[in-house]
């Protein structure tokens, strides 16, 4: 009587020593691939606001604004050179004070990235709500 309990208690003892790690691996890597994937959008703290296609007739009336920074680092509001410290004034002057004018801004292929997110937070910290980031032509663009 007491050697088919013993035996049972084997039996039942045995699966337990080694434990099926595999799913808890592939749990952790799907995680660990969801938190790379969320934690760049978490941490962008500037809003871009892309072109939508139910844009306002108001909106579609006026022409967007461009500032462009060419490859030097030097920003150009439309064609006009602008220094970085006149560029919110300039803007506010060229949208008549509208905070929802659209701005784009366009930047060269050969600088840093950085610098280019470094002039959007500077635009929508002037309080400016609709700015978009235009890609550079690759083929044949002019400097």
Request: proline share 8%.
């Amino acid at each position: 009587m007491g050697m088919p309990s013993s035996g049972g208690r084997g039996r039942r003892r045995r699966p337990m020593a080694d434990i099926n790690v595999t799913p808890m691996v592939d749990v952790m890597l799907v995680l660990l691939i969801i938190f790379m994937v969320t934690s760049p959008m978490m941490t962008s703290g500037v809003n871009v606001d892309l072109p939508k296609t139910d844009a306002k007739p108001v909106n579609s009336d006026t022409k967007p604004i461009t500032v462009s920074i060419k490859a030097d680092g030097g920003l150009y509001l439309g064609d006009d050179p602008v220094t970085p410290d006149q560029l919110v004034e300039q803007l506010k002057a060229a949208s008549n004070n509208d905070p929802t004018h659209r701005i784009f801004v366009r930047g060269d292929a050969h600088i840093d990235y950085g610098r280019v997110m470094q002039v959007m937070g500077q635009i929508t910290s002037g309080g400016f709500t609709h700015v978009a980031l235009l890609a550079q032509q690759p083929a044949g663009a002019s400097h």
